[in-house]
């Protein structure tokens, strides 16, 4: 009975072995489609998460998932909707853009320091970026959510 139950513990760690060794090589494999850290930005209201494609666009520059909460976003039809927006080179920064149309310019015109706009809904709103708030974005959970929604 003893030589049974010490083969079996025996196989049963050579199977963990085996496993532990594989999943890592696996998800290496992998190439990440976005940035695992995100980007949070808040003011006028609104809140805002960013994950960050890795692959350049044909600007050179990296479309970026946005979702945005708020009363703007909720008028505007996005509230809570993970979208893909197109970076496009403008002055001194860029701009995000979906279907021609701008979300936010972001400029920095006196080296780090940033100023960034969002339009919705006809109107104007100033955010800053958080810091003390970006390790809580979830890059992939945004990237699931964009994919889950039909890429749309």
């Known amino acids: 009975m003893s030589f049974v139950r010490h ?3 025996a196989l049963f760690s050579a199977a963990l072995a085996v496993f532990a060794f594989l999943a890592p090589a696996h998800a290496q494999d992998e190439k990440p489609v976005v940035n695992p850290y995100g980007q949070y930005l808040a ?7 960013i994950a960050t494609f890795l692959d350049k666009n044909q600007h050179g520059l990296n479309d970026m998932l946005v979702k945005i909460t708020g009363a703007a976003a909720y008028e505007a039809g996005i509230d809570g909707k993970t979208l893909r927006y197109t970076a496009e080179p403008a002055g001194t920064g860029y701009n995000l853009q979906r279907g021609g149309r701008n979300l936010m310019s972001v400029r920095s015109p006196y080296g780090r320091w940033q100023q960034i706009e969002v339009y919705l809904a006809g109107r104007t709103y100033l955010v800053t970026p958080r810091e003390e708030m970006a390790e809580r974005v979830m890059p ?3 990237l699931t959510d ?3 929604n039909g890429g749309k």
Do not use: A, M, S, V
């Open 43 to 49: 003011g006028d209201g609104l809140k805002i998460e």
């Open 146 to 148: 964009y994919r889950q």
């Open 7 to 9: 083969t079996l513990i």
């Open 140 to 142: 992939l959970h945004l």
